[in-house]
């Protein structure tokens, strides 16, 4: 099957521009799999939950029903990274839009990077896949800074994901330098949707690096984006081959762990 991961540049409180060019591209892109940046349809670098807010909506909203609306018409499984309402809370979280509108989802961030702990609830969906049985794959879920601890990728390998798929804002000049272990570490695909460009707020400027990746259960790259300017790269994955997790005949990534001897403080 097709894996797609999407980079642009989204422009800041732009919402319906943003979610114009998401939408051409879900509707163009060939591939059974779509994963968009983080905060995708809004842009990133909020000061305070009240900025937030006015752009924030619930799960039911207009943003994700349209793109739920395309999965659907499609069957397409789309991963897109939007500020989420929920009541009185706010989350940096990733709808998993899947084709039958039951299995949608989604996913709020675990780990909050830098000045997001001003704007955004630390998430509470905790790590989960979805399955679409129908392509027989498992998905899970991650968002940009949980790629910094281990046992995010480590629990979504755990529960069975075939791949693992990161909206995400990256800013640093080392996760390039991780992905391969993590993919190598769970064997599993890892699909890093980044963006690139600038934004600035609070009297500082933060810029994107773009390099958008998917790796391969063996931590090979097989596409990698520039740093600069709208990319989309596609490639053909095999979700089978990454669920035999032994690499000889007596060890097994998974089933040699001794977790009673861990720290988990």
């Known amino acids: 099957m097709k894996l797609s991961v999407v980079q642009f540049c989204p422009q800041f409180g732009e919402k319906e521009k943003n979610l114009a060019k998401i939408v051409d591209y879900a509707e163009q892109i060939d591939s059974d799999i779509i994963v968009f940046p983080e905060l995708c349809t809004t842009g990133y670098f909020f000061q305070s939950k009240e900025e937030v807010l006015e752009f924030a909506e619930p799960l039911t909203g207009k943003t994700i029903t349209k793109m739920q609306g395309i999965a659907s018409n499609t069957n397409k499984i789309l991963i897109i990274g939007f500020a989420e309402l929920d009541g009185d809370n706010i989350y940096n979280s990733a709808a998993i839009v899947m084709p039958d509108s039951t299995l949608t989802k989604v996913y709020r961030k675990t780990h909050l990077f830098y000045k997001e702990r001003f704007c955004f609830e630390e998430g509470d969906s905790g790590y989960f896949i979805v399955e679409d049985k129908s ?123 001794r977790p009673n001897y861990y720290i988990t403080k």
Not at 196 to 207: A, C, F, L, N, T
């Open 135 to 257: 392509r027989d794959i498992k998905i899970g879920t991650m968002i940009c800074y949980d790629w910094r601890f281990p046992e995010a990728a480590r629990s979504l390998g755990l529960l069975g994901a075939d791949v693992i798929v990161c909206p995400s804002n990256l800013v640093t000049e080392i996760w390039h330098k991780v992905m391969p272990a993590r993919a190598i570490e769970n064997k599993v695909y890892l699909a890093i949707a980044n963006r690139y460009g600038s934004e600035s707020g609070g009297g500082e400027q933060v810029k994107f690096n773009g390099l958008s990746g998917i790796w391969k259960y063996n931590g090979d790259a097989l596409a990698v984006a520039p740093a600069e300017d709208d990319a989309v790269l596609t490639v053909e994955i095999e979700p089978r081959k990454t669920r035999k997790k032994s690499f000889n005949e007596f060890n097994d990534i998974f089933g040699d762990r």
